[in-house]
Structure formats: C-alpha cells, structure tokens
Nanobody, 116 residues
Framework: QVQLQESGPGLVKPSQTLSLTCTVS??????????WSWIRQPPEKGLEWVGA???????YYSPSLKSRTSISRDTSKNQFTLQLSSVTPEDTAVYYC????????WGQGTQVTVSS
C-alpha cells in the first residue's frame, strides 16, 4: 500500500519561505516509473500543479511559480520537499503531494495559510 504524508508549518508569514515535506511509504521515490508532484488548491479555486521531481532527481515546475519554487529530496528518508519563497496571501492553499501522472496516490493534504 502506497502512502504519502505531507508535513510542515500551517502558518507562514508573507515574504518568508514555505517548506513542506512529503514522506512516502510503500514505494521508492527513486523509481523510474513515476514522478512525485506537489499540487495545491487555494480557497474556492481548482487544483494547481506546482511542480514535480522524477525518480532520476530531475525537477520541473509550473511556469507561473518556477522563479519561486524548489523541489528536492532525501532518498535515505524517502522524502521530497517543496520550498516556495517570497510567499504572499495568494499562496494560501491546501497543499498535496501525489504520485504519478495521472495521480494515483495522494496525501491527505495540509493547510498552509500565509498571514502576518
């Protein structure tokens, strides 16, 4: 059974960096079969893909967020991490991590609020 679990602070101040970690069990993030994504859903809006990391370690990002986004991984812990810099209230959202495309396994999501 594949499981993903997001973790990180629920409140971030404007201009700071949001950092979230996804811990994966039941599969390896180094597999070549899947990529591992971050997706978010702002209040009353649809899902927005943020970026992903492949089994090779290569990363790719949403063009609209690319300048502020970094995804990395710790293979010893089977975790991948999202960092989003210079956040504003518009980055307030539920953040999810997910496997594959189409996404077949998701984390439960974690609420991140950007507010002073």
């Amino acid at each position: 059974q594949v499981q993903l679990q997001e973790s990180g602070p629920g409140l971030v101040k404007p201009s700071q960096t949001l950092s979230l970690t996804c811990t994966v069990s039941g599969d390896s993030i180094t597999t070549n079969y899947y990529d591992w994504s971050w997706i978010r859903q702002p209040p009353e809006k649809g899902l927005e893909w943020v970026g992903a990391i492949l089994g090779s370690g290569s990363t790719y990002y949403s063009p609209s967020l690319k300048s502020r986004t970094s995804i990395s991984r710790d293979t010893s812990k089977n975790q991948f991490t999202l960092q989003l810099s210079s956040v504003t209230p518009e980055d307030t959202a539920v953040y999810y991590c997910a496997r594959g495309r189409p996404y077949d396994y998701w984390g439960q999501g974690t609420q991140v609020t950007v507010s002073s």
